[in-house]
């Protein structure tokens, strides 16, 4: 499957924005999806996934309660709305789908990756 992810931009802290990941060439809903991020000089972190029908949804603990994965697989995209952004929400974020066999609470190593969307919060 290819991912595209788009959406990102730059927004005061406190504000808003929706990420979207859409794929193509491949079943959407064969695939554990999920988002990731890399702030400069960081190692690239996990943020959130999501299963194959959205039934099971996990999040870092940082954002939980300010950002929401979804998906709609008819239209073979995944979101994450962000709320109450904060500085160091500032990343590079990334898609990225499995088959999910190996992975554990949405964690683990994925197969697929989008190009990455750049996210700046202004404080």
């Known amino acids: 499957v290819q991912l595209q992810a788009f959406g990102g931009g730059l927004v005061q802290a406190g504000g808003s924005l929706r990420l979207s990941c859409t794929g193509s060439g491949d079943t959407f809903s064969n695939y554990y999806m999920g988002w990731f991020r890399q702030a400069p000089g960081k190692e690239r972190e996990f943020v959130a996934a999501i299963s194959w029908m959205g039934g099971n949804i996990y999040y870092e603990d940082s954002v939980k309660g300010r950002f929401t994965i979804s998906r709609d697989n008819a239209k073979k995209s995944m979101y994450l709305q962000m709320n109450a952004l904060k500085p160091e929400d500032a990343a590079v974020y990334y898609c990225?789908?499995?088959?999910?066999?190996?992975?554990?609470?949405?964690?683990?190593?994925?197969?697929?990756w989008g190009q990455g969307t750049l996210v700046t919060v202004s404080s």
């Open positions: 990225a789908a499995d088959s999910g066999r190996r992975l554990v609470g949405g964690r683990g190593r994925y197969y697929y």
